[in-house]
Each structure stands twice: as C-alpha cells, then as structure tokens.
C-alpha cells in the first residue's frame, strides 16, 4: 500500500494482533510488502501492510491536522 508510510499511526485490521494500534517504524519491501509496527505497549509487530489501516486524523507524524 502507498499510502502506509513510516512514523504513521494505524490500526492492525487483520491476523493475530488484530485491534492494535501503533505507529509503523518502518516498511519492508518484497513481494509481501511488511511493515514493522511499535505498538502502545511497546512491542513491535510485522504485519503485512494490507493488513494496515491509517487512524483517521493522523498524519504521516501521527500528528493530526493543524488547528486553524
């Protein structure tokens, strides 16, 4: 997926750790493309990024819009 991109926050929607949110440390290119995700209890996690859904409002820093 193009628009998972390291220091993201985003929701595991699928497999073993389904439910868990992180921010993805880094993205692992092959013909499975991965992705490293910390989660908040500070683990880490490869998941494939089909698996990866963007938490609304985060931004590619995590941070979400800029007030106005």
């Known amino acids: 997926r193009a628009d998972i991109r390291a220091g993201q926050r985003v929701r595991i929607a699928a497999g073993t750790y ?8 880094s993205i692992v290119a092959g013909v499975i493309p991965a992705a490293v995700v910390r989660t908040a209890d500070g683990k880490s996690r490869r998941v494939r990024t089909i698996d ?7 931004g590619p820093t995590g941070a979400g819009p800029a007030a106005s």
């Open 18 to 25: 389904e439910g868990e949110s992180g921010t993805v440390e």
């Open 52 to 58: 990866l859904v963007p938490e609304a409002g985060a």
